[in-house]
């Protein structure tokens, strides 16, 4: 219930002559229980609103109320405690530490979604009206700030490892880098620990994925004798495949991989003791390159530990195709294979960077 100075407030001529048309906003006490919920009408709705509350009723009513247009109902619509029209003073998404703080906008700069404001260059970071609904939480704006000033509910700056300049690859070294990742397709007899693969995976779950949606999960075929069954299948759907549709299976060597088999060569998993499977929702659009990405990031470093890995592409065909596949492997409802990958410790070291064909670049 409203009490009889703030029906006056609104009703009093003065009020709508000194404010031209609806009385949009009147603060009210902050006993008062809250019904109609909404955050969107912040301080981006504050400073669209043609009457704006004086300073000294901001200060004692720091919540707000909307006004019909066509009755005297009021519905209740908590917005920050601030003042006025100034930055929040209880941020839920994220905190400033203001001694740290310089006041330089760049996390609002990096902020993909745009949900960090600055009312002006001696302020302090608040989140838009909307930001606990957009926010994708990559993190950006803690890692960008130079102070530590910027926290984040779901993740603080001492979480967070910082950047280490002098471990960072110059150009020369990072081409060798990326030339010396070969595909490893002959594998020693020894299993690889489980925690080495998990380590793996760890460094892996930091490749990209758009809007940070994280898809992927990781399947991990741990067993030799699997992974031999699950070849197995492979040949299966080979053999139907040159039986049902012969030209596109004579396309892809699918005679050639059956007949190494029939001689005992195992050229699906080419004798790796692990494969790696990457899932995700089927519906989740941003599944495929993530897991691609998650992938390659694998690949690439499995060789500081040591190891060697090969995308295993016969396997991933006919994990989306082959139905006693798809049984086998048994991924949860609704998700699908989106990559394979061996991986072991490689039988032989490479010694030189083979040479591949020059780009084909088009500029505009």
């Not at 029209?85 to 906008?105: A, P, Q, V, W």
């Not at 606990?132 to 700030?145: M, N, R, S, T």
């Amino acid at each position: 219930m409203l009490d009889n100075k703030m029906k006056d407030s609104l009703s009093h001529p003065e009020s709508r002559d000194q404010h031209p048309g609806s009385c949009d906003i009147l603060l009210q006490n902050m006993s008062q229980r809250f019904t109609y919920q909404t955050y969107e009408f912040g301080l981006s709705r504050l400073r669209q609103c043609k009457y704006m509350p004086i300073k000294s009723r901001a200060e004692d009513n720091p919540y707000c109320f909307l006004k019909s247009a066509k009755n005297y109902q009021f519905k209740m619509a908590p917005i920050p405690t601030k003042d006025v029209i100034g930055r929040s003073k209880k941020m839920t998404l994220f905190s400033i530490d203001e001694k740290k703080c310089k006041r330089d906008g760049i996390c609002a700069a990096v902020c993909p979604l745009g949900i960090i404001e600055m009312e002006n260059e001696n302020a302090v970071p608040f989140p838009s009206p909307d930001a606990d609904e957009l926010c994708i939480k990559c993190g950006h704006c803690v890692a960008v700030c130079p102070t530590a000033a910027f926290s984040h509910s779901e993740m603080m700056p001492d979480e967070c490892t910082p950047v280490r300049r002098d471990w960072l690859q110059g150009p020369e070294k990072t081409e060798h880098f990326l030339r010396s990742r070969r595909s490893i397709r002959t594998y020693k007899a020894q299993a690889v620990a489980r925690d080495v693969l998990t380590k793996l995976i760890h460094v892996a779950r930091f490749a990209p994925s758009g809007h940070n949606t994280q898809p992927v999960q990781w399947l991990v075929i741990y067993d030799s004798d699997e992974v031999k069954r699950l070849a197995g299948i492979v040949i299966d759907w080979m053999h139907y495949m040159l039986k049902e549709k012969p030209q596109i299976a004579h396309s892809m060597h699918m005679d050639r991989m059956v007949t190494a088999w029939d001689n005992g060569l195992e050229r699906i998993c080419r004798g790796a003791p692990h494969v790696v499977v990457t899932h995700a929702p089927k519906k989740e659009q941003s599944a495929p390159p993530a897991c691609t990405l998650a992938l390659s990031y694998f690949e690439l470093a499995a060789p500081s530990l040591g190891l060697g890995a090969c995308w295993a592409g016969f396997f991933y065909a006919a994990s989306n195709v082959w139905p006693p596949m798809q049984q086998a492997l048994a991924l949860p409802e609704g998700h699908a294979s989106f990559g394979a990958m061996m991986v072991g410790y490689p039988e032989y070291a490479y010694h030189r960077l083979p040479l591949r064909c020059e780009p084909l670049i088009t500029w505009r």
